[in-house]
């Protein structure tokens, strides 16, 4: 399979700080990236969409002044929250795609943890 | 609204039992179903995956099984062993919408020894 990788694996935080997230694909161009947050016990919760070069599609409900995406090359993307506020303290996993594939790779994931 | 629904939401099976998880759709427009695993504090792993095609897709001792006029698939785990307990997750896709992944709620499979 595809080579992801997410940094940090894992980040504490004060509030009203903001984090950045990189996620990069090692092997393969990823022409679209997904980020994803998922809560304990809970399933992935798509946030937002974006495409190289492009503006990021999001969600319905999650903002995106605060959660801040860049897709600017085909193998790096990066989330920046914000402003973060314990509420967002969460598992944030990337999965990066490659135009034609089907297939869906993650990253490790990233548990931020705001305090 | 769910687009895909999952059941059951955890499961306990013995080692070497049979584990079998349910997910179901309503979109007819989906094209592509996998299942992906899950261990704490890592991102999911495409496990096994299937296009309407096809009614069954085996890959070691993991079986998918496809039911499309029903819209229903299944994850079926043969020889269960305590090194398969994590979480598992159906999820659906359509080639127009770019690959985007509607996921399951997830089932948390324990096996024991």
């Known amino acids: 399979g595809a080579v992801v990788s997410q940094h940090p694996s894992w980040v504490i935080c004060k509030s009203g700080t903001s984090v950045k997230i990189e996620c990069r694909s090692l092997?393969?161009?990823?022409?679209?990236m997904f980020w994803y947050r998922q809560f304990p016990k809970q399933s992935l919760m798509l946030m937002a969409t974006?495409?190289?070069?492009?503006?990021?599609?999001?969600e319905q409900g999650v903002e995106k002044d605060k959660f801040l995406i860049n897709h600017a090359s085909l193998t790096l993307s990066t989330l920046t929250v914000t402003s973060a506020h314990p509420e967002d303290s969460s598992f944030y996993i990337c999965?990066?795609?490659?135009?034609?594939?089907?297939?869906?790779?993650f990253g490790q994931g990233t548990r931020l943890t705001v305090v | 609204q769910q687009q895909v629904k999952q059941s059951p939401q955890s499961l306990i099976v013995q080692k070497g039992g049979i584990s079998i998880i349910n997910c179901a759709y309503e979109?007819?427009?989906?094209?592509?179903f996998p299942w992906y695993q899950q261990f704490p504090g890592k991102g999911p792993a495409l496990l096994i995956a299937?296009?309407?095609?096809?009614s069954e897709k085996k890959e070691g001792r993991f079986t998918i099984s496809f039911n499309k006029s029903a819209k229903q698939f299944s994850l079926h785990i043969m020889d269960s062993q305590p090194g398969d307990s994590a979480t598992y997750f159906c999820?659906?896709?359509?080639?127009?919408?770019?690959?985007?992944?509607?996921f399951g709620r997830g089932t948390q499979l324990t096996v024991w020894p």
């Open positions: 999965s990066p795609k490659e135009g034609g594939n089907t297939e869906a790779f």
């Open positions: 092997d393969f161009q990823a022409t679209t």
């Open positions: 974006s495409n190289e070069g492009s503006k990021a599609t999001y």
């Open positions: 979109n007819t427009a989906f094209d592509y």
């Open positions: 299937i296009r309407p095609d096809v």
């Open positions: 999820a659906a896709s359509m080639g127009s919408t770019l690959g985007r992944l509607y």
